[in-house]
Protein backbone atom coordinates (compact mmCIF):
# COMPACT_ATOMS: atom_id res chain seq x y z
CA UNK A 1 0.00 0.00 0.00
CA UNK A 2 1.34 3.53 -1.07
CA UNK A 3 1.99 5.78 2.26
CA UNK A 4 0.35 8.40 1.17
CA UNK A 5 -2.74 6.51 1.28
CA UNK A 6 -2.93 5.77 4.69
CA UNK A 7 -1.98 9.38 5.75
CA UNK A 8 -5.12 9.78 3.73
CA UNK A 9 -6.78 6.93 6.13
CA UNK A 10 -5.57 8.47 9.16
CA UNK A 11 -6.92 12.15 8.50
CA UNK A 12 -10.13 10.74 7.30
CA UNK A 13 -10.41 8.76 11.06
CA UNK A 14 -9.21 12.01 13.07
CA UNK A 15 -11.85 13.87 11.02
CA UNK A 16 -14.62 11.22 11.99
CA UNK A 17 -13.83 10.91 15.37
CA UNK A 18 -13.66 14.63 15.86
CA UNK A 19 -17.27 15.24 14.24
CA UNK A 20 -18.34 12.46 16.34
CA UNK A 21 -17.19 14.31 19.64
CA UNK A 22 -18.51 17.59 18.36
CA UNK A 23 -21.86 15.38 18.19
CA UNK A 24 -21.66 14.47 21.55
CA UNK A 25 -20.58 17.84 22.99
CA UNK A 26 -23.31 19.69 21.06
CA UNK A 27 -26.35 17.12 22.18
CA UNK A 28 -24.46 17.64 25.72
CA UNK A 29 -24.42 21.15 25.35
CA UNK A 30 -28.59 21.54 23.77
CA UNK A 31 -31.11 22.22 26.34
CA UNK A 32 -33.89 19.40 27.18
CA UNK A 33 -36.84 19.31 25.23
CA UNK A 34 -39.74 21.02 28.05
CA UNK A 35 -41.59 18.14 29.78
CA UNK A 36 -45.26 18.52 28.13
CA UNK A 37 -47.95 18.77 31.47
CA UNK A 38 -50.40 16.51 31.91
CA UNK A 39 -53.63 17.79 32.06
CA UNK A 40 -55.38 18.03 35.72
CA UNK A 41 -57.47 14.61 36.06
CA UNK A 42 -60.78 15.03 36.58
CA UNK A 43 -62.37 13.15 39.45
CA UNK A 44 -64.42 10.89 36.76
CA UNK A 45 -60.80 9.74 35.27
CA UNK A 46 -59.32 9.50 38.95
CA UNK A 47 -61.65 6.90 39.97
CA UNK A 48 -62.24 4.59 37.08
CA UNK A 49 -66.14 3.68 36.43
CA UNK A 50 -66.97 0.51 38.10
CA UNK A 51 -67.31 -3.02 35.25
CA UNK A 52 -71.00 -4.17 35.13
CA UNK A 53 -72.56 -7.57 34.16
CA UNK A 54 -75.91 -7.27 31.71
CA UNK A 55 -78.19 -9.72 31.01
CA UNK A 56 -81.03 -9.30 29.21
CA UNK A 57 -83.99 -9.37 31.62
CA UNK A 58 -86.66 -10.32 29.60
CA UNK A 59 -88.80 -13.70 30.71
CA UNK A 60 -91.47 -15.80 28.42
CA UNK A 61 -95.58 -15.51 29.44
CA UNK A 62 -95.43 -18.93 28.81
CA UNK A 63 -93.86 -21.94 27.74
CA UNK A 64 -94.50 -22.08 24.81
CA UNK A 65 -92.91 -18.54 24.28
CA UNK A 66 -89.16 -18.26 23.27
CA UNK A 67 -86.90 -15.33 22.56
CA UNK A 68 -86.12 -15.57 19.18
CA UNK A 69 -83.55 -12.25 18.60
CA UNK A 70 -82.71 -9.12 19.74
CA UNK A 71 -81.88 -5.86 18.03
CA UNK A 72 -80.65 -2.83 20.90
CA UNK A 73 -78.95 0.16 20.68
CA UNK A 74 -77.34 1.18 24.05
CA UNK A 75 -76.19 4.71 25.15
CA UNK A 76 -74.37 6.14 28.10
CA UNK A 77 -72.43 2.49 28.53
CA UNK A 78 -69.24 1.03 26.84
CA UNK A 79 -69.11 -3.08 25.89
CA UNK A 80 -65.95 -4.08 26.76
CA UNK A 81 -66.79 -7.71 26.19
CA UNK A 82 -69.17 -10.30 24.98
CA UNK A 83 -68.96 -12.56 27.52
CA UNK A 84 -70.42 -15.81 25.98
CA UNK A 85 -72.79 -16.56 23.24
CA UNK A 86 -75.65 -18.52 23.67
CA UNK A 87 -75.80 -22.15 22.05
CA UNK A 88 -76.61 -21.58 18.11
CA UNK A 89 -76.84 -18.22 18.28
CA UNK A 90 -74.38 -15.11 16.95
CA UNK A 91 -73.91 -11.99 18.81
CA UNK A 92 -72.34 -8.47 17.32
CA UNK A 93 -71.07 -5.91 19.03
CA UNK A 94 -70.55 -3.16 17.30
CA UNK A 95 -69.71 0.98 18.21
CA UNK A 96 -68.22 0.27 21.50
CA UNK A 97 -66.26 3.16 22.51
CA UNK A 98 -67.97 5.92 20.61
CA UNK A 99 -71.08 6.39 23.00
CA UNK A 100 -73.46 4.41 21.02
CA UNK A 101 -73.31 0.41 20.87
CA UNK A 102 -75.09 -1.78 18.66
CA UNK A 103 -75.91 -5.33 20.19
CA UNK A 104 -77.12 -7.37 17.97
CA UNK A 105 -78.11 -11.45 18.41
CA UNK A 106 -80.24 -13.91 16.87
CA UNK A 107 -80.54 -17.66 17.12
CA UNK A 108 -79.32 -19.46 13.96
CA UNK A 109 -81.84 -22.18 13.94
CA UNK A 110 -85.61 -22.68 15.85
CA UNK A 111 -83.81 -25.19 17.88
CA UNK A 112 -81.38 -22.19 19.64
CA UNK A 113 -84.31 -20.40 20.54
CA UNK A 114 -84.25 -19.37 24.17
CA UNK A 115 -87.21 -20.56 26.52
CA UNK A 116 -88.16 -20.98 29.90
CA UNK A 117 -85.77 -23.80 30.42
CA UNK A 118 -83.11 -21.78 29.00
CA UNK A 119 -82.89 -18.32 30.59
CA UNK A 120 -79.41 -18.93 31.82
CA UNK A 121 -77.80 -18.50 28.14
CA UNK A 122 -79.08 -15.09 28.27
CA UNK A 123 -77.48 -13.74 32.01
CA UNK A 124 -74.36 -12.18 31.95
CA UNK A 125 -73.97 -11.91 28.12
CA UNK A 126 -71.71 -8.29 28.14
CA UNK A 127 -69.20 -6.96 30.37
CA UNK A 128 -69.49 -3.20 30.09
CA UNK A 129 -68.70 0.07 31.52
CA UNK A 130 -70.91 3.20 32.14
CA UNK A 131 -69.58 6.48 30.51
CA UNK A 132 -69.05 9.27 32.81
CA UNK A 133 -71.89 12.15 33.06
CA UNK A 134 -74.03 10.35 30.51
CA UNK A 135 -77.48 8.78 30.74
CA UNK A 136 -78.25 5.02 30.51
CA UNK A 137 -80.81 4.65 27.37
CA UNK A 138 -81.46 1.90 25.33
CA UNK A 139 -83.78 1.91 21.86
CA UNK A 140 -85.30 -1.43 19.44
CA UNK A 141 -86.21 -4.22 20.48
CA UNK A 142 -86.51 -8.46 20.81
CA UNK A 143 -88.21 -10.96 18.65
CA UNK A 144 -90.04 -13.03 20.49
CA UNK A 145 -92.18 -16.26 19.66
CA UNK A 146 -93.88 -19.19 19.84
CA UNK A 147 -93.09 -23.04 18.47
CA UNK A 148 -96.51 -22.59 16.30
CA UNK A 149 -94.48 -19.79 14.54
CA UNK A 150 -96.00 -16.49 15.71
CA UNK A 151 -93.76 -13.64 16.28
CA UNK A 152 -93.85 -10.78 18.51
CA UNK A 153 -91.37 -7.83 18.45
CA UNK A 154 -91.17 -6.12 22.26
CA UNK A 155 -90.41 -2.85 22.58
CA UNK A 156 -86.75 -2.15 24.34
CA UNK A 157 -86.35 -0.17 27.81
CA UNK A 158 -83.67 0.22 30.24
CA UNK A 159 -85.36 -2.36 32.28
CA UNK A 160 -85.03 -4.30 29.17
CA UNK A 161 -81.15 -4.99 30.39
CA UNK A 162 -80.56 -5.95 34.14
CA UNK A 163 -77.26 -4.66 35.53
CA UNK A 164 -75.05 -5.91 38.44
CA UNK A 165 -71.73 -4.91 39.39
CA UNK A 166 -68.97 -7.94 38.15
CA UNK A 167 -64.97 -7.50 37.05
CA UNK A 168 -64.62 -9.40 34.77
CA UNK A 169 -66.88 -12.31 32.59
CA UNK A 170 -68.22 -15.08 34.24
CA UNK A 171 -66.37 -18.39 34.06
CA UNK A 172 -67.68 -20.49 30.54
CA UNK A 173 -70.70 -22.73 31.84
CA UNK A 174 -69.74 -26.59 31.58
Not at 17 to 27: A, H, N, P
Not at 68 to 93: K, M, R
Not at 139 to 164: F, H, M, S, W
Amino acid sequence: MRIWRLSILALLLATMVGCDGQKKDRDAAAPPAPARQAAPATPSQTAAQPTELVSLAWRPSNSNQNLQAFDLEVSGLDVLAVCHVPPGWTINATGAGEGVTELKGQATVGAAFVSLDDMQDIAGLFLVRARPNETFAVKGGLTTGTYDGDQTEVRATPALLRREAADRCPPPKG
